[in-house]
């Protein structure tokens, strides 16, 4: 049985209004984790991914970068103990 981690990421810089949601959604998909991306009021984005050690890595460095028009300047992260493993990935409102 593979180990699921589960990490929650504060996304910061130029994040809204540029595709960051779609894009999360698309390379989670991609590769293969699970979890959560949303907008918050204060112009950061929010994730709950969770997935094995290294898909999560590789997602935190696709978030890293972001997609074209986007400027990220930091990531907030902390790990979260999984208690479920999630179905998908999918934008929250």
Known sequence: MKV?????IIVHGKVQGVGFRKYTVRVARQLGVKGWVRNLPEGTVEIFVQGEQEKVDR????????PLLARVSDLTIHTRRVERVLKGFEVKT
């Open 4 to 8: 699921v981690i589960g990490y929650h």
């Open 59 to 66: 997602f935190l460095r696709r978030m890293r970068k972001g």
